[in-house]
């Protein structure tokens, strides 16, 4: 099994910058895609940001260019720098681990991002 604790949330004015971190233990890391999910209240959860375990990148249309994914299989942690805040991107963020070709998936409890003034 995999344990996935995110933290870094918190309250940021629009055009601020945050970043959130995701803390890994149970598995071997490497072995996981990892990725951050967001879900607004009444919407559905979606794609924020993902990196393979080979290293590949890919965003949402709606970040790219502002938020960068990142990982540290050494340290068991995934970080997404969130910069360019805006009001659209308050959501609860999730962090995930998934090995498609076993069927694993794994999330954490998530932690709220509010951009407001």
């Known amino acids: 099994q995999v344990q996935l604790v995110e933290s870094g949330g918190g309250l940021v004015q629009p055009g601020g910058s945050l970043r959130l971190s995701c803390a890994g233990s149970?598995?071997?890391?490497?072995?996981?895609?990892m990725g951050w999910y967001r879900q607004a209240p009444g919407k559905q959860r979606e794609l924020v940001a993902v990196?393979?375990?080979?290293?590949?990148?890919n965003y949402a249309d709606s970040v790219k260019g502002r938020f960068t994914i990142s990982r540290d299989n050494a340290k068991n942690t995934v970080h997404l720098q969130m910069n360019s805040l805006k009001a659209e991107d308050t959501a609860v963020y999730y962090c995930?681990?998934?090995?498609?070709?076993?069927?694993?998936?794994?999330w954490g409890q998530g932690t709220q991002v509010t951009v407001s003034s």
């Open positions: 995930n681990a998934a090995r498609i070709s076993y069927g694993e998936t794994y």
């Open positions: 990196m393979t375990r080979g290293g590949s990148s």
């Open positions: 149970g598995r071997i890391f490497s072995y996981y895609d």
